[in-house]
């Protein structure tokens, strides 16, 4: 069902609030000398609540599209709005006791995030090319400001500058794709486009129309998802930017790009077949993604290994999560797209909680440097057992949630008999875990001569790290409902 | 009536400038005048399907859009080009150099 522009918008209420805690927010921030560096986070911490209340309240159960097949609504969609605005209110609680961020005024700071949210709930659900287009750049362009936002800082300017510069050609390469696709199927509307490429014979010369397509367009999404070979500006982006920032970018922006570069190839560039898809012959997509997600676990890695900066090291930690993450989505099963889905959602937890810990020591140490992580366990036990099962986690220890997201992609790649990617990918496990034990072994079993001088974590801090260590340990207990809701999301709308 | 190819040769030419001037230029402001030639290479190529085939103006609309993004891109852009030139003296990229390593 296509709803027109005014029956959309009772499907649209989380959106709405976003954008009015946006214009709060900037009100507040103009208009409220004394009061906004209070008023401000509440404000902003009651949007995005609310916005989530709504998004539980909404029925995505139908499938169907909003705005004349601008959006489409369906479970798809709920999974990733309800990360999202996790993710959002996750990271503000983060970065309120945040010293990087207490140096400068934070009311653009409140308004940005919200922009952003905004942006990635719109990116993951686009239905059309001009929205997917516009959401893309309202969550780039509000994503360059974010890093940049210590303006007497060398370090995140430059990170800005090369975050832009990537990003904007990206995205331009992207666009350039949508064009030719445009050309070959005259529509741009994804279901559209999908029934003209089946209408058609993708032969001879529109095979490597195709092909162009494809590689242009996977810029676009690479950079959001810092795929290889589109994940130059990461590690720079991630040291440069302030902290809190950088755990944002390093979850939200790229579950989006993965939620919508699964729109675009299996919404777009395959058929529904039952319980899986199959992708419109003339071009074997699915092992190009294949290549990227090996290059990225692999490179992400292996250039892990000799990181000595926690942000840099984590930075290409995420890259090869990204590598993971894309094992789910290429393999075209219900299986695999959930297995992505589940995988996403530890990932939430353990990544923001490995970033939060890092945040918290600069707070007080003023470094990123490994060697200075040194006694931590006896400066600060809390912190130091934290740290150590957020990084159990992302290796995929089991009792830790970590495990499961490994389990199900493993399990669905295997399912698909594919078992040199799995092999790949375990290979690429047992690499990573020698870098996360790295850092646990500086913070626990070394000591330098200085006696330990106990380390102060705020109350709030302590709180938010507790509620992200619940999920990861205790998250295996009851997976029943997540495993439910998982398998629940991977309906996709496709088309009437 | 001039054929759609020779459009679809200009905005591939245009593209492939676009890209060349990214990776050679080393001042800020020349890669993102080389951001701009890729991003209207689209637009020429969307304004040009639409109006050679029958399918509506989607094409054209979609242009419109990208070039509103593309001058809020550019405000953006120039102001961190600015705000790194306050901190480096330079626009030069080669000078931005602090993060490799």
Known sequence: ?496 | MIELKYFLLISACLFSLGVFGVLTRRNAVNVLMGVELILNSANLNLVAFSRYSSTGIDGQMFAVFVIVVAAAEVAVALAIVLTLYRVLNTVNLDRADVLKR
């Open chain 1, 1 to 496: 069902m296509n709803l027109g522009n005014l029956d959309s918008l009772t499907f649209f209420v989380p959106e709405l609030i976003l954008l009015g805690g946006i214009l709060l927010v900037v009100i507040s921030d103009i208009s409220l000398k004394g009061w906004r560096v209070r008023i401000n986070p509440l404000l902003t911490l009651a949007a995005l609540l609310l916005a989530l209340f709504y998004t539980l309240q909404t029925d995505h159960g139908s499938a169907m599209t909003l705005f004349e097949g601008m959006l489409a609504l369906d479970n798809f969609a709920l999974y990733f709005k309800v990360f999202l605005l996790v993710a959002g209110i996750l990271v503000l609680l983060g970065s309120l006791h945040s010293e990087e961020l207490a140096a400068v005024h934070q009311g653009e700071f409140h308004a940005l995030l919200l922009a952003v949210t905004l942006g990635m709930l719109l990116m993951a659900n686009s239905a059309h090319l001009v929205m997917l287009y516009l959401s893309l750049e309202l969550v780039s362009l509000t994503s360059y400001v974010m890093v940049g936002y210590l303006r007497s800082d060398r370090l995140s300017n430059e990170a800005s500058m090369k975050y832009i510069l990537f990003g904007a050609v990206s995205t331009g390469a992207m666009l350039y794709g949508f064009s030719l696709l445009y050309g070959m199927t005259g529509s741009l509307d994804l279901f559209a486009i999908r029934d003209a490429l089946l209408a058609q014979e993708v032969v001879g010369f529109n095979q490597v129309t195709l092909l162009l397509v494809v590689v242009l367009t996977t810029a676009g999404f690479g950079f959001k998802t810092a795929a290889v070979p589109f994940h130059f500006w990461c590690p720079d982006v991630y040291t440069g930017a302030p902290t809190p920032v950088t755990a944002f970018l390093s979850v939200a922006p790229k579950a989006a790009g993965f939620a919508i570069l699964v729109r675009f190839f299996l919404g777009g560039l395959s058929q529904p077949a039952g319980e899986q898809w199959e992708f419109i012959s003339g071009i074997d997509w699915p092992l190009v993604l294949i290549a990227v997600s090996v290059m990225t676990m692999t490179l992400g890695n292996v250039a892990a290994l000799t990181q000595n900066n926690l942000k840099r090291m984590l930075a290409y930690s995420s890259i090869a999560h990204a590598g993971y993450i894309l094992m789910g989505a290429v393999l075209l099963t219900g299986a695999g797209l959930k297995a992505m889905l589940v995988y996403l959602f530890v990932y939430l937890f353990m990544n923001l909680g490995a970033f939060f810990v890092v945040t918290v020591i600069f707070n007080s140490e003023k470094t990123f440097e490994l060697q200075d992580y040194n006694g931590m366990f006896r400066r600060s036990p809390f912190l130091a057992v934290a740290m150590s099962i957020f990084l159990l986690s992302l290796i995929g220890i089991p009792p830790f949630a970590g495990f499961m997201g490994k389990l199900y992609i493993f399990g669905a790649v295997i399912d698909q008999g594919l078992y040199w990617f799995a092999v790949v990918g375990a290979l690429n496990a047992a690499v990573a875990a020698f870098y996360y034990m790295r850092i646990m072994k500086h913070m626990i079993l070394e000591n330098d001569d200085r006696p330990p001088t106990p380390l102060r974590i705020s109350t709030l801090n302590r709180a938010l790290l507790v509620l992200l260590l619940v999920p990861n340990v205790l998250l295996i207990v009851f997976w029943a409902p997540i495993d439910r809701w998982t398998a629940n999301s991977i309906t996709l709308f496709g088309g009437l």
